[in-house]
């Protein structure tokens, strides 16, 4: 049974609000249970005290998905401070001047010289339905649980 500090692996399947597959799992992922993060809490949540086989489903709104859109995330820029031929669909990653983290922006539109970025996830602001069968469960080793997720077959080195 899934509780705090199990390691569980799950297939799962993405769906957006018109119902088409966004995304799905062709191995099982793995996450350590109990607020460390590694899934949205929401689903953490309907995982709680579930089995292996069990499924659950989540309705998940942009808050509790990928996030609301943020404007300040979308940019024009000049196409030459880039350093390539920009394309839509490019993705470039940049720092964030405020907090220092690493921005990934996706170029969305080129016209006129001027590139539109957006740092936004490309999920952001969309309700999103999300369904996961358990594949398996099994206790975190101490070193995990130290560590706040889970270590592969062979260890994990930092």
Same mark, same amino acid.
């Given at each position: 049974?899934?509780?705090? =500090?199990?390691?569980?692996?799950?297939?799962?399947?993405?769906?957006?609000?018109? =119902? &088409?597959?966004?995304?799905?799992?062709?191995?099982?992922?793995?996450?350590? *249970?109990?607020?460390?993060?590694?899934?949205?809490?929401? /689903?953490?949540? @309907?995982? #709680? &005290?579930?089995?292996?086989?069990?499924?659950?489903?989540?309705?998940?709104?942009?808050?509790?998905?990928?996030?609301?859109?943020?404007?300040?995330? /979308? $940019?024009?820029?000049?196409?030459?401070?880039?350093?390539?031929? %920009?394309? /839509?669909?490019?993705?470039? &990653?940049?720092?964030?001047?405020?907090?220092?983290? +690493?921005?990934?922006? $996706? %170029?969305?539109? !080129? @016209?006129?010289?001027? @590139?539109?970025?957006?740092?936004?996830?490309?999920?952001?602001?969309?309700?999103?339905?999300?369904? @996961?069968? !358990?594949?398996? +469960? $099994?206790?975190?080793?101490?070193? &995990?649980?130290? #560590?706040?997720? !889970? #270590?592969?077959?062979?260890? *994990?080195?930092?």
């Amino acid at each position: 049974m899934i509780k705090k =500090n199990s390691v569980v692996s799950l297939h799962y399947k993405m769906y957006d609000e018109n =119902n &088409e597959l966004i995304d799905e799992t062709s191995h099982p992922i793995e996450y350590l *249970h109990g607020g460390y993060d590694g899934i949205f809490p929401l /689903v953490e949540e @309907a995982l #709680h &005290e579930k089995n292996v086989g069990d499924t659950v489903e989540v309705l998940l709104q942009p808050e509790d998905a990928f996030g609301e859109q943020d404007p300040q995330l /979308v $940019r024009i820029e000049d196409v030459k401070v880039f350093p390539v031929d %920009v394309e /839509v669909g490019m993705m470039f &990653e940049a720092d964030d001047p405020e907090t220092g983290d +690493v921005i990934v922006y $996706r %170029v969305t539109d !080129v @016209a006129d010289g001027k @590139a539109v970025v957006d740092g936004n996830h490309p999920l952001a602001g969309l309700p999103i339905r999300f369904t @996961a069968k !358990v594949d398996g +469960v $099994r206790d975190a080793t101490e070193e &995990e649980i130290a #560590h706040g997720h !889970v #270590h592969g077959a062979h260890g *994990h080195h930092h």
